[in-house]
């Protein structure tokens, strides 16, 4: 079965902190992951993603994301927060229904950064 | 450009209302995608068409039926929806949609919030 977890549902920190969010997947086939967020009252947007090779990722806004296949892992970080980083992040993987891709969410993660 | 975009922003219909939801895309892309998402919950895939094709129906109800006029265009069309059918429907795109050898990634639109009273 194909699925995504998400390990913190909710993140409180102050600005400046470093920031690391956890993601484990569920799939047997090829992996394609995403790290999309949602400002509030905003559509989704992509943070960044991993196809195949350096399994270092870096995406907009400051964001970095490690994909560690022996243990399932995508997790997202960032070194320092802002004020504006107060949003849902949604970890996702590509699956597939048939010969067709389909995304599947993580349940969220809302963070919430204090000034 | 990687802009996808929904119209109307907000809709409030009646239970025995009958509306669409139109979803537009400039970016080429041959799969276009249908997803709902309730509050504080991630967005759960609804349809897929590929290729102007219904390729993916995950189990959703009659009341909700989509069309795929061409390749830019994606409707949603509600007919006696019910109170709990209130979310962010949201329209993304991708280029093909097919899970042969591409490395796709999905765009999505602003969503629109939709309350059935």
């Known amino acids: 079965a194909q699925s995504v977890s998400q390990h913190n549902h909710h993140v409180i920190l102050s600005e400046a902190a470093s920031l690391e969010l956890g993601c484990n997947y569920s799939?047997?086939?090829?992996?394609?992951l995403f790290w999309y967020v949602q400002y509030p009252g905003q559509h989704l947007q992509l943070l960044l993603k991993?196809?195949?090779?350096?399994?270092l990722v870096k995406g907009i806004k400051g964001f970095e994301a490690e994909f560690i296949k022996s243990k399932f892992s995508f997790n997202l970080r960032k070194p320092s927060v802002q004020w504006s980083d107060t949003a849902e992040y949604f970890c996702?993987?590509?699956?597939?229904?048939?010969?067709?891709?389909?995304?599947?969410f993580g349940a969220g993660t809302r963070l919430a950064v204090h000034p | 450009d990687t802009e996808v975009t929904q119209t109307p922003k907000h809709l409030v219909m009646g239970m025995t209302n009958k509306k669409s939801l139109k979803c537009e895309q400039h970016?080429?892309?041959?799969?276009m995608y249908w997803y709902k998402q309730k509050a504080k919950k991630p967005p759960e895939l609804m349809f897929v068409?590929?290729?102007?094709?219904?390729?993916i129906n995950e189990s959703v109800p009659s009341r909700f039926s989509p069309e795929c006029p061409n390749s830019s265009l994606l409707n949603l069309h509600l007919h006696a929806l019910q109170p709990e059918d209130s979310a962010l429907y949201l329209c993304?795109?991708?280029?093909?949609?097919?899970?042969?050898?591409?490395?796709?990634?999905?765009?999505f639109g602003p969503g629109t919030r939709l309350l059935v009273l």
């Open positions: 993304a795109s991708s280029q093909e949609g097919q899970v042969k050898g591409v490395q796709e990634t999905q765009y």
């Open positions: 799939y047997g086939g090829t992996v394609n």
């Open positions: 991993y196809f195949s090779g350096d399994p």
């Open positions: 996702a993987i590509k699956g597939r229904s048939g010969g067709y891709n389909k995304l599947i």
């Open positions: 970016m080429g892309h041959r799969a």
């Open positions: 068409y590929s290729y102007e094709k219904l390729s």
